[in-house]
């Protein structure tokens, strides 16, 4: 096959209301097409745009760090890492045509909590993140953005959209796609002094586009793709399963049923944090106790498939270097490494001095708008995870085996936390005259 020619494409929300999407103004779904076309979608192209704003309840503009006069200040936020994809739910893909599944993402906004500051640094988020997604990693300027409305443009980290270097398009492929984007509540993405006031401060997204490449093939293959057959596609998929700790000695058992899983990787918060405009309910931080006040001195952490140990044959062990406060390598190599092979990360934010660890740098967190009165500890990103097969790729198949991670802490039974555990999984895409099947 040659490529005759790259074709840019933008298209509008098929659902879109005139007054924009928002969880409290009763519009939380946001609908895409992309209809059946004898292309190839570039994935790593496609782009969510479109504009955010978030308002008190009386539909008044936000005034943090009180930087507008005659208004009295506010104090409401976004997880500063997360921002705008704190918005999302819920994100489905289909066959435009058939309406066939193809990959749920559950909790894409706790997915991304992790994925985020795991692939990116500091520097990315002061920078281009900051501008693209509006997640500058530091409280203070993204507080600051959020008294205006401002643009974003999205990269959707779907595992279907983030594992293909290109899709098929017809009906020899994925028939079309279809997109639909579940919006989170306002207390679950909003949190800050004020944010529950008189109601609770809202969100809105407008003028939303979702633009993209195709790949236009020579007329040979545009005319073999107008033919119906049969083959296969490739592609990854994640998928999530919540549960809670509340012991000192956790073994948590999940029945991830795909032949092919490849990775997983859990972060926790405290129960009360979420749906809730208290609290920040996107933050990956350490498991807690005293109702979320203090770190737990984690102890070991093992994997098991049946019963018998997998990926590692022994306990991670990392009691003196938690107890000590200081990272627990073992532990976070492993996390970093079930998220992208470790030996490739050359951005992240889980270096001591910086966002994910330990106290922030003087030389940026003391100057203009992001000064600090003192100089404050910043919000771990912290995760339990493991990759099961990176030399082949392959995964390791859970159909009739179960999957079990053990936590021993010192978590007192009186603080319950939210696990949030998300597995990339392989999968097959047959496609044939009769139709599409998912293969897990």
Do not use: W
């Not at 008189?198 to 107008?226: E, N, R």
């Not at 309910?281 to 005293?290: E, P, S, V």
């Not at 997998?310 to 009691?319: E, F, K, R, S, V």
């Amino acid at each position: 096959m040659s490529i005759e020619r790259i074709e840019k494409f933008e298209v509008r929300p098929t659902n879109e209301p005139s007054g924009g999407y928002s969880y409290k103004g009763g519009n939380p779904v946001i609908t895409f097409s992309l209809g059946s076309v004898n292309k190839f979608l570039k994935p790593q192209s496609l782009r969510l745009h479109g504009k955010f704003q978030v308002k008190t309840s009386g539909g008044a503009s936000l005034n943090n760090a009180s930087l507008k006069t005659g208004i009295t200040g506010t104090d409401v936020r976004l997880n500063s890492r997360v921002s705008v994809d704190s918005v999302f739910q819920n994100i489905t893909l289909t066959s435009d045509k058939t309406n066939q599944s193809l990959e749920t993402v559950r909790q894409y906004g706790r997915l991304m909590s992790t994925i985020l500051p795991s692939t990116l640094g500091s520097q990315d988020m002061f920078c281009h993140q900051g501008v693209t997604r509006m997640a500058t990693g530091e409280s203070g300027s993204s507080g600051i953005m959020m008294n205006n409305q401002n643009s974003f443009s999205l990269k959707l980290m779907a595992g279907l959209l983030t594992s293909s270097p290109v899709i098929s398009m017809g009906q020899n492929g994925v028939n079309g796609l279809g997109f639909s984007l579940e919006l989170a509540s306002d207390q679950q993405v909003l949190f800050g002094t004020q944010a529950g006031d008189a109601g609770g401060c809202f969100y809105t997204l407008t003028d939303l586009s979702l633009t993209g490449d195709y790949i236009i093939p020579d007329p040979v293959t545009q005319q073999k793709m107008s033919v119906p057959s049969t083959g296969q596609m490739a592609y990854r998929s994640y998928n999530s399963l919540y549960s809670v700790i509340n012991s000192s000695d956790s073994t948590q058992t999940f029945n991830l049923s795909s032949s092919q899983v490849l990775s997983v990787f859990s972060s926790f918060l405290p129960v009360t944090y979420s749906n809730s405009y208290a609290h920040d309910g996107f933050q990956t931080d350490m498991l807690k106790n005293n109702s979320g006040a203090d770190d737990v001195t984690l102890k070991k952490v093992s994997f098991s498939r049946g019963g018998l140990k997998i990926g590692l044959d022994y306990d991670l062990d990392c009691q003196v270097m938690s107890s000590q406060k200081l990272p627990e390598t073992g532990v976070m190599v492993n996390a970093l490494n079930a998220i992208q092979k470790f030996s490739d990360i050359t951005h992240m934010s889980n270096q001591p001095l910086l966002v994910g660890f330990g106290q922030n740098d003087n030389n940026i967190f003391q100057k203009g708008t992001q000064a600090f009165a003192t100089v404050v500890e910043g919000k771990r990103n912290f995760a339990v995870g493991l990759h099961f097969d990176r030399i082949a790729n392959q995964g390791v198949s859970f159909k009739s085996q179960s999957f079990s991670q053990r936590i021993q802490s010192t978590v007192d039974g009186n603080s319950p936390m939210a696990s949030f555990l998300f597995y990339l999984s392989n999968n097959v895409l047959v496609y044939s005259p009769q139709g599409i099947q998912i293969l897990s």
